[in-house]
């Protein structure tokens, strides 16, 4: 099975993800893996297919003719589907804060300085309630290496996070 990861980028609009999948699918490959997003005005979406080397080229020679038609930046990649290599832990992360530059830079680096790799990661910005002062949320994926003693990892992400002055979450993602 060879797999091949796509992004796409453009103008929001419906229609988008049927007519990818639909390309997918007649030309024998699968979706595998996916996330899709709008931000702002413009649609994102990042697929992993996965299909037999000759389905994925019939993939890949459409894509350039497909991102014309529907307006899209289209890049693509061949990649392997692999686990992680080294045992790891998967751990939630969740921050709310009043929104402030350089949040997700600072936590980025807490976990990269201790090899803690980010599986996934989500933020969003909203208006408080009655106030209108402008709120930070976050929402990650970490891959905790097994040797990492987890009560002091917990113990320097809180601190962390007080001296950021961000309220923080981290606990075993339950699946």
């Known amino acids: 099975m060879d797999h091949l990861v796509i992004s796409a980028l453009g103008a929001d609009r419906p229609g988008i993800v049927d007519r990818l999948s639909q390309a997918v699918l007649e030309n024998g490959c699968n979706v595998a893996d996916s996330r899709m997003t709008v931000l ?32 899209l930046t289209i890049t693509q990649k061949r990649t392997d589907h692999q686990g992680n290599s080294s045992p790891s832990l998967s ?28 599986q996934e990661l989500n933020t969003s910005s909203y208006a408080a309630a009655h106030t209108g002062t402008p709120m930070f ?36 993602l339950k699946i």
Not at 91 to 116: C, K, T, W
Request: charged content about 15%; hydrophobic content about 45%; aromatic content about 8%.
């Open 91 to 118: 751990y939630m992360v969740e921050v709310i804060s009043i929104d402030q530059p350089g949040i997700v830079h600072h936590l980025a680096n807490f976990f990269s300085a201790r090899s803690i790799n980010i």
């Open 40 to 71: 702002g005005g413009e649609f994102a979406i990042i697929l992993l297919i996965s299909g037999n080397w000759n389905t994925i080229s019939k993939v890949e020679q459409q894509l350039p003719k497909l991102g014309q038609e529907l307006e």
């Open 137 to 172: 949320s976050l929402h990650m994926t970490v891959n905790v290496p097994v040797e990492t003693h987890i009560a002091t990892l917990r113990d320097q992400f809180l601190e962390f996070c007080e001296g950021q002055n961000l309220d923080a979450v981290i606990e075993p």
